[in-house]
């Protein structure tokens, strides 16, 4: 936790001492309050490795959502050839998050997710230097803090979109020098309440929810200044991007870059 406070306030709720915590335990039983589907393992080789094997299992397919979340993935896995790494056991947000859809994800579902997650994130800790990094990574400042990995499943006229977050919670891979977790970035003063993970992932329910509910719809023009303004904010950023196009094309100049190749 490289030095960070060593507790957790959990709202009216004795301290709980960071060791203790258990970030994906604590996602089941948000989940399981919520009356979502929820499978918790305390460690898994990857949370979209397994939603992808029951993406269309009969007694799920009554589940327009279903999460996955673990404390320890020994497998995680990020975009392309990528991997995942976790601090320590419980240290992280290790979640996918599995959608039904009746409708087929087009390439701008990449670009509405991270927004989705921006805004959870921005939302409930409005004071930190949030942003994206296309196309999959938030960060706090020009630090890594969460990776997003999106699959999706096709078996007749049913859909499965996989959203695979990694949050680095309350510590971030020591080894990782670009890393950094969100109790690494409150500011003195300002502990990381449990309360605030309880919000943050009802806001994140919503606004993914949102997201995949027109994920086969081109990008409103405000879906385009939001991500424009995401994407700007990040400071290892060697150019500013100019313009956002619908299909998710941001432009530099008169250079267009497909979201899909970045």
Sequence with gaps: MRGRQPYLPLGG??????????IGQVTSQ?????????????????????????????????????????????????????????????SALLSSWSFLLGIKPQPTTSCLVGLAVYRACSTTWPFLPW???????????????????????????????????????????????????????LPQGAPL????YMAFLDRLLFELTDAVSH????????????????LNQHPLLKE???GMEADGSLLIGDKKISWTNL
């Design 13 to 22: 709720i004795v301290d709980t001492p960071l060791a203790d915590i258990r």
């Design 30 to 90: 948000w989940a399981e309050s919520n009356h979502l589907y929820v499978s918790y393992k305390t460690q898994q080789d990857s949370t979209n490795t397994l939603a992808k094997e029951e993406a269309f299992e009969e007694n799920l397919l009554e589940e327009s959502l279903c999460l996955y979340v673990t404390d320890h993935q020994t497998a995680g896995r990020g975009r392309g050839k990528n991997t995942w790494l976790d601090a320590h056991h419980g």
């Design 131 to 185: 942003n994206l990094k296309a196309p999959n990574d938030i960060y706090i400042g020009d630090k890594k803090v969460a990776g997003i990995l999106l699959e999706s499943l096709v078996q007749g006229s049913d859909v499965r979109l996989i959203i695979g977050l990694g949050f680095n919670i309350t510590a971030s891979p020591e080894e990782v020098e670009t890393a950094t977790s969100l109790i690494e970035s």
């Design 193 to 196: 309440l449990g309360q605030d």
């Design 215 to 230: 994920c086969d719809e081109a990008l409103s023009p405000t879906d385009q200044l939001s991500l424009l303004t995401a």
């Design 240 to 242: 500013k991007y100019t």
